[in-house]
């Protein structure tokens, strides 16, 4: 049986995450989407908030499971019993860095691999961080993640005071 992890903070999950769990999916018999706990970031969703949204656009694949993490990778994905480790690749920058990560990884744990997941081309240019940037002005966000996301940040931006996101398309 192969267990995969992906970890990443998702903050909010996009579609280009979308696409490489679905695909990663397709691959492995179980794949546990790790939701990190980044103390050097500030998230815009909660911990709970983002577990949560991972599993209403996941809910339609039976072999991924939703879990929240703090710490290395390494050790998430073997209190998990898995040996592999899915990342996705935008641009040839992320390429880099994420080499660099997978050969930590390797270095700390031999027994952990990295598989890389190039995006499709659509989503090459996404990030959550854009993501937040494009709403917090309102603007339309139906063609970079799923109507369950545009509803989780109405609701953030209700409490916020900001414009609410129309669900269009």
């Given at each position: ?137 309102g603007e339309?966000i139906t ?20 414009k609410k ?5």
């Amino acid at each position: 049986m192969i267990k995969a992890v992906y970890p990443g903070s998702f903050d909010p999950v996009t579609l280009g995450h979308l696409d490489i769990i679905r695909r990663a999916a397709k691959v492995v018999d179980e794949l546990i989407i790790g939701v990190l706990v980044n103390s050097a970031k500030t998230s815009f969703f909660t911990l709970e908030e983002r577990v949560e949204m991972i599993e209403q656009v996941t809910k339609d694949l039976p072999n991924v499971r939703v879990k929240k993490f703090e710490g290395m990778t390494v050790n998430f994905a073997r209190e998990n019993e898995a040996h592999l480790i899915i990342r996705g690749l935008r641009a040839v920058t992320d390429f880099e860095y994420e080499m660099q990560i997978a050969q930590t990884n390797h270095m700390i744990a031999p027994d952990i691999d990295t598989m890389f997941f190039t995006t499709s081309l659509e989503y090459a240019f996404l990030s959550s961080t854009i993501v937040k940037e494009v709403a917090y002005y309102g603007e339309d966000i139906t063609k970079f993640v799923m109507p369950e996301v545009i509803d989780a940040f109405n609701k953030k931006h209700e409490v916020l005071g900001l414009k609410k996101l129309e669900k269009l398309g």
